[in-house]
């Protein structure tokens, strides 16, 4: 109908019948893409008038995501190719020149822009998802099985794209890809190994985003950032990234630790080294002068009875200097850091703590303070250690205690005078 209109209205120029057919198939082509430019304008314009002022001023916040992708312009291209395609055959002829390999054309471009449109859906739908359950999220994330839905959607549309430009059924093009399934295996095997230990680490709950994880194989010691198909990223404590591989946290062991995290505090392991030539028993003017101490004053009324009733029924002599029972400086001192972690208000009650003696050494024998910080931020847990230590070293020296360690250049200088 247009083809006819359009060749009876150059008639009247009586031009010859080549150049009549070129005219017609320009003019054609010209209204089909202004027609296609027209509409695509008043879609945008209604866009940018109603649906942005509508996003404005809605209370809800999921379609302000799917605006700030650029989803809505998606969509106006996907239409604009629709109109194009059907008014297609109004204004052309099969027998107009390169109508058919245009019309295929337009065909690959519809499926790349549909195939990019759905994608953004995905990522609106991924960040929807992160907005709505963010605690869900980290602990289950989407990502990556949308990114495998990606891969899937491209592989379609490129396999749509090519069969509308060489003109072939997809069927007739896969049977004949038969013979390049194991160069699309080799191809694909880092997605497909990603998707196979997204769906372990998920399903099992070994990662989620924000937990803090050690992965020494490959220099991780931070937060999870980030858990897609392929790749966990992994912020650093000095704020450094780095990527590693989904599979490498399934088939390679990594420390998680969110059970820190979620515990009640987080532990503090701390040993002192003693000279064991300082141990020795108290004297009772010592023990005297250490039960003033409010911090041991019940322990030691209560040990000082336990040992003279001990003593006592087993006829011991205090003058005996090895058979009775007695204080030692050094269990005196442990019992002392007891009270002392007791009464810390930084220290967990709830948790397990103790002051434990460790295997002697050649460096003396260890004292070791096992407790948990209730706070579990890392510059307080820090603060917290390094008060105990100040303290319990500060204190040694009321036990007659000496903490061991290695002769220095100072050390023999004074070994030299002293000489």
Same mark, same amino acid.
């Not at 070129?22 to 202004?34: D, E, Q, R």
């Not at 999220?137 to 495998?148: E, S, V």
């Given at each position: ?21 070129? /005219? !017609?198939?320009?003019?054609?082509? #010209?209204?089909?893409?202004? =027609?296609?430019?027209? +509409?695509?304008? *008043? %879609? @945008? &314009? ?18 302000? /995501? !799917?605006?700030?992708?650029?989803? #809505?312009?998606?969509?106006? =291209?996907?239409?604009? +190719?629709?109109? *194009? %395609? @059907? &008014? ?301 230590l100040d303290h319990v070293l500060s204190v040694m020296h009321f036990f007659d205690l000496a903490v061991f360690q290695d002769l220095t250049g100072e050390d023999f200088k004074q070994g030299k005078k002293n000489s």
């Amino acid at each position: 109908m247009f083809y006819n209109f359009i060749q009876e209205k150059i008639a009247i120029f009586q031009v010859s019948e080549e150049w009549q057919s070129i /005219i !017609i198939v320009l003019i054609s082509y #010209f209204v089909l893409f202004l =027609l296609t430019f027209i +509409f695509k304008q *008043i %879609l @945008s &314009l209604f866009n940018k008038l109603v649906v942005s002022k509508a996003i404005k001023k809605s209370k809800i916040t999921w379609d302000d /995501i !799917i605006w700030d992708l650029g989803i #809505f312009k998606q969509v106006i =291209l996907v239409a604009s +190719f629709i109109f *194009i %395609l @059907s &008014l297609y055959p109004v204004f052309i002829l099969d027998e107009f020149l390169a109508a058919s390999f245009i019309k295929r054309l337009i065909v690959a471009f519809f499926y790349f822009t549909a195939a990019k449109t759905i994608a953004l859906f995905l990522d609106a739908i991924n960040e929807i998802y992160k907005q709505f359950r963010p605690e869900l999220a980290k602990r289950k994330p989407i990502k990556g099985y949308l990114q495998m839905v990606k891969i899937f959607l491209y592989i379609v549309a490129v396999i749509l794209i090519i069969t509308s430009l060489i003109d072939v059924s997809p069927l007739g093009l896969l049977s004949g890809l038969g013979a390049l399934s194991a160069v699309l295996m080799l191809v694909f095997k880092d997605p497909i190994m990603g998707f196979v230990s997204s769906l372990q680490l998920t399903g099992n709950d070994l990662v989620r985003i924000g937990d803090w994880v050690e992965i020494p194989k490959y220099g991780a010691d931070g937060a999870v950032l980030d858990i897609n198909l392929q790749t966990i990223r992994v912020q650093n404590w000095d704020m450094s990234i780095t990527s590693v591989p989904v599979y490498a946290l399934v088939s390679d062991s990594f420390k998680n630790w969110r059970g820190m995290s979620e515990s009640a505090g987080r532990r503090v392991k701390k040993s002192i080294y003693i000279d064991m030539k300082t141990v020795r028993f108290l004297s009772e003017e010592e023990l005297d002068r250490l039960e003033k101490l409010p911090r041991l004053k019940d322990y030691l009324q209560e040990k000082r009875s336990e040992i003279k009733a001990y003593n006592a029924k087993l006829n011991l002599s205090s003058e005996d200097e090895i058979t009775p029972r007695k204080l030692t400086n050094l269990g005196t001192f442990r019992a002392y850091i007891v009270e002392y972690l007791k009464e810390h208000p930084l220290v967990s009650k709830t948790l397990t703590f103790m002051v434990r003696y460790l295997d002697p050494t050649s460096k003396g024998i260890p004292v070791e303070l096992y407790f948990f910080s209730a706070n579990k931020n890392w510059v307080p847990y820090e603060g917290l250690q390094s008060d105990v230590l100040d303290h319990v070293l500060s204190v040694m020296h009321f036990f007659d205690l000496a903490v061991f360690q290695d002769l220095t250049g100072e050390d023999f200088k004074q070994g030299k005078k002293n000489s």
